[in-house]
């Protein structure tokens, strides 16, 4: 069993930054793909920034250049880096892990942090 929570979401202005920490309850690394993903009302849930299986990063275009994810195994901790961020719907940030069990994958979820930009 894994628990991810998240911290660091809020109020900012439109071209502000944030800095989103997940802190998992186990070790990051045994944690695979670990990831964030955000989700605005009514919208499906949409990936920001992830480590793939491999290690290397992966981001959607919407996030390139602005999105910086890292990992600090030592702490258990994987962070969101949000720079120049755009006014727009608040969304919640959800950091994302899944861990294998034998042939068994289990994906697990943080329970989000709201971040909302508007001047």
């Known amino acids: 069993q894994v628990q991810l929570v998240e911290s660091g979401g809020g109020l900012v202005q439109p071209g502000g930054s944030l800095r989103l920490s997940c802190l998992a309850s186990?070790?990051?690394?045994?944690?695979?793909?670990v990831g964030w993903y955000r989700q605005a009302p009514g919208k499906d849930r949409e990936l920001v920034a992830a480590?793939?299986?491999?290690?290397?990063?992966n981001y959607p275009d919407s996030s390139k250049g602005r999105f910086a994810i890292s990992r600090d195994n030592a702490k258990n901790t994987v962070s969101l880096q949000m720079n120049n961020l755009k006014q727009g719907a608040t969304r919640v940030y959800y950091c994302?892990?899944?861990?294998?069990?034998?042939?068994?994958?289990?994906?697990?979820w943080g329970q989000g942090s709201q971040v909302t930009v508007s001047s």
């Open positions: 480590f793939t299986w491999e290690g290397s990063t």
């Open positions: 994302n892990g899944g861990v294998q069990y034998g042939v068994r994958f289990r994906v697990y």
């Open positions: 186990r070790s990051i690394g045994v944690i695979n793909a």
